[in-house]
Each structure stands twice: as structure tokens, then as C-alpha cells.
């Protein structure tokens, strides 16, 4: 499982003209599912996510996590993530979870994140989103699972 953080002002995502998960300050979360993701994959990028201290702090320090500085995540499925762009020029996706199987796991993503007790709010899995993020700082942070942890 990968996933690519920003720190946010404010973000929100869109389908079919209808926002669907909107936060202020916090965290926009892209989250890939690659084959053999399990529930120790979720549990990593969830509470890694929730612990990252990326907000400054009276000093102006990146010195807060995300609870700390009164933010929320906004966490959206998107499985280009897991492309392999090594060979040529059009991405392979074969890494990524299998659709069927991934349309299962997300429900168990999003309870992963919403655990973490931070408010959370989510896209449409396989939605055609539209997403806007204002990215504070800018600050960018990429976790992979299989980096992160032993298996």
C-alpha cells in the first residue's frame, strides 16, 4: 500500500458535481491498494499518517501531528499509485490490487483511518473525482508499506 500525504489548508473532492468529503486543515491522503495489501498494510499507513508530525508548532517547528494541530484527513483511493513506469512509457498497473478485490478492502481502509480517531472523510472508491487541495508549505510526504515495516 502506498500512500501520498499532503498538508493541506483546505481540500475537497467532487463527483458528478456533488462534493463528497470536504476538510479544512489537515491532510489529503491518496491511498494506492497493491496485490497482497493485508490489514497490517492499513494499520501502518493509517497510523503512521495519523502520527506524522509534519504541523508547525509555536516555534514554527514541524513539531504537531495532525490531531494535535485540530486538522482532518481527507483520503482518496487511487490506484495509479502502484504503476510501473519502468518500461516505456505507458504504465503498467499489474502490481495494483485486483478491482474486485480492492472494492472490498477500501471499507476496511476507511475504517482503518476513521480508528485513528481523527475526523475523517473519504472519496467514492472508483469515483471519477475531482479533486482541489490548497498544499501548506508545500508539504508532501510518501509512505510505502512494504518500505515502512517487516513483513
Not at 462534493?19 to 501502518?44: C, K, N, P, T, W
Not at 502520527?51 to 509555536?58: Q, T, V
Not at 481502509?109 to 475526523?119: C, D, H, L, Q
Request: charged fraction near 20%; glycine fraction near 10%; proline fraction near 4%.
Amino acid at each position: 500500500m502506498k500512500a501520498v500525504i499532503q498538508r493541506v489548508s483546505s481540500a475537497s473532492v467532487d463527483v458528478d458535481g456533488r462534493v463528497v468529503g470536504r476538510i479544512g486543515s489537515g491532510l489529503f491522503v491518496l491511498v494506492g491498494l497493491a496485490a497482497g495489501d493485508d490489514a497490517s498494510d492499513i494499520e501502518y499507513i493509517a497510523s503512521k499518517t495519523a502520527a506524522l508530525r509534519i504541523f508547525p508548532d509555536d516555534a514554527g517547528r514541524m513539531n504537531l501531528c495532525v490531531a494535535q494541530a485540530g486538522g482532518s484527513i481527507l483520503a482518496v483511493s487511487q490506484f495509479t499509485l502502484i504503476a510501473d513506469t519502468r518500461k516505456g512509457n505507458r504504465p503498467s498497473f499489474s502490481a495494483a490490487m485486483p478491482v474486485e478485490d480492492a472494492r472490498l478492502f477500501w471499507p476496511r481502509v476507511v475504517a482503518g483511518f476513521t480508528e485513528t480517531g481523527i475526523p475523517c472523510e473519504f472519496g467514492i472508491f472508483q469515483g471519477d473525482m475531482n479533486c482541489r487541495l490548497v498544499n501548506d508549505g508545500p508539504v508532501t510526504i510518501i509512505l510505502d508499506s512494504a518500505e515502512g515495516r517487516c513483513r
